[in-house]
C-alpha cells in the first residue's frame, strides 16, 4: 500500500534561514505529489503539487519542492523563511492513475520560526 | 466566490448525543471526504463519495455515518458509537479523474463531554 513518511515531526528555524522539510513515499511508480500548510484550527491549503512535467515544482508564497525519484522523495524547501511561515506542513501523495482519488498523508511536521 | 463551507466551526456536544456536521461545496465537484484530525496523527479518511448516492469507508469508520443525496453537501454524523469523538474534522473536494487535488474546507471542532 501507498504510504509516505515526513521526517521530523517539529522543525525549527531562525528567521531567514533555509527551511527544508523531507518527505519520501513509498510508490515504485512516480505518483501524484502534494504539500499542505495549515495554520492553527484552519483547514488546509495547497502549497505545490508534483504531477509529472518539471521534477522542481514551485508553489506559493516561496516555497518549492523537487521530486526525486532515484531517492523517492519530494523534499519542501524555501530559502528564507518568514515568521508566518510557521505552521504545520503536510505532505501527500495519490496513486497515479487513481480509482479512489484518495490521499494519503504523512503524519506532519510543525515549523517553528524563531526572531 | 466558490469553496467549501463547514459548520459550526466550534462544536459542543454531550456524550450519547448524535452530531451532525454540514460540508457543502459550489466547485461543482464530483468527490468529497471526510477526515479526522488529531493531534501528532496527521489526517485519517472517514468517508468517501465519488458520485451522489454513493459513499464508501475510509480508515476510520466506525461510529461514523455519512449520505450524499446531493452533488453539494455531505453531511457527516457522529454517533454514540464513537469512543473518542472530540476531534477536529476535514472536509474536502476533489474533481474526478485528475491528480486527485483536494480543497479543503475550514474544519469543525467538535468537543464531546
Known amino acids: 500500500a501507498q504510504s509516505v513518511t515526513q521526517l521530523g515531526s517539529h522543525v525549527s528555524v531562525s528567521e531567514g534561514a533555509l527551511v527544508l522539510l523531507r518527505c519520501n513515499y513509498s510508490s515504485s511508480v512516480p505518483p501524484y505529489l502534494f504539500w499542505y500548510v495549515q495554520y492553527p484550527n484552519q483547514g488546509l491549503q495547497l502549497l505545490l503539487k508534483?504531477?509529472?512535467?518539471?521534477?522542481l515544482v514551485k508553489g506559493i508564497n516561496g516555497f518549492e519542492a523537487e521530486f526525486k525519484k532515484s531517492e523517492t522523495s519530494f523534499h519542501l524547501t524555501k530559502p528564507s523563511a518568514h515568521m508566518s511561515d510557521a505552521a504545520e506542513y503536510f505532505c501527500?501523495?495519490?496513486?497515479?492513475?487513481?480509482?479512489?482519488?484518495?490521499?494519503?498523508f504523512g503524519q506532519g511536521t510543525t515549523l517553528q520560526v524563531k526572531p | 466566490d466558490g469553496g467549501i463551507t463547514q459548520s459550526p466551526k466550534y462544536l459542543f456536544r454531550k456524550e450519547g448525543q448524535n452530531v451532525t456536521l454540514s460540508c457543502e461545496q459550489n466547485?461543482?465537484?464530483?468527490?468529497m471526504y471526510w477526515y479526522r484530525q488529531d493531534p501528532g496523527q496527521g489526517l485519517r479518511l472517514i468517508y468517501y463519495?465519488?458520485?451522489?448516492?454513493?459513499?464508501q469507508k475510509g480508515d476510520i469508520a466506525e461510529g461514523y455515518s455519512v449520505s450524499r443525496e446531493k452533488k453539494e453537501s455531505f453531511p457527516l454524523t457522529v454517533t454514540s458509537a464513537q469512543k473518542n469523538p472530540t476531534a477536529f474534522y476535514l472536509c474536502?473536494?476533489?474533481?474526478?479523474?485528475?491528480?486527485?487535488?483536494?480543497?479543503f474546507g475550514p474544519g469543525t471542532r467538535l468537543t464531546v463531554t
Open positions: 474536502a473536494s476533489s474533481i474526478r479523474g485528475t491528480s486527485n487535488e483536494q480543497y
Open positions: 466547485l461543482n465537484h464530483d468527490a
Open positions: 508534483y504531477t509529472s512535467a518539471a521534477t
Open positions: 501527500a501523495v495519490s496513486d497515479r492513475p487513481s480509482n479512489t482519488g484518495k490521499l494519503i
Open positions: 463519495s465519488q458520485i451522489v448516492n454513493d459513499f
